[in-house]
């Protein structure tokens, strides 16, 4: 699975902005899909994760409530809905794929096998 993420840019806070992470070659209909963020001079730390089953989003605390999770399967495409951008939110983000993770590893990068490459989001106060 290759990844490749985009949609990122500058934005003011409170501003929205969607990324998307698109497949090529294999299909991810069968793998766990997340989104991390690492902000500058800071770990990688999880978002968001979507289970094969679209009615199983995980999120992390600071974006539950702003951030939406989605997939296409037939576009093969992964998505992130973020609303009311905050400065905080600033950070490279990165989407990756699983195709088997334990529900407790969810939110850990080593579990991911893929990674996109990355897109950047700058959200200015």
């Known amino acids: 699975v290759q990844l490749q993420a985009s949609g990122g840019g500058l934005v003011q806070a409170g501003d929205s902005l969607r990324l998307s992470c698109a497949s090529s070659?294999?299909?991810?209909?069968?793998?766990?899909l997340a989104w991390f963020r690492q902000p500058a001079g800071k770990e990688r730390e999880f978002v968001a994760a979507?289970?094969?089953?679209?009615?199983?989003?995980f999120y992390a605390d600071s974006v539950k409530g702003r951030f939406t999770i989605s997939r296409d399967n037939a576009k093969s495409t992964l998505y992130l809905q973020m609303n009311s951008l905050q400065p905080e939110d600033t950070a490279v983000y990165y989407c990756s794929a699983s195709r088997t993770i334990i529900h407790s590893n969810l939110g850990v990068p080593s579990a991911y096998a893929y990674w996109g490459q990355g897109t950047l989001v700058t959200v200015s106060s």
């Open positions: 070659g294999r299909t991810f209909s069968g793998y766990t």
């Open positions: 979507l289970k094969p089953t679209n009615s199983n989003a």
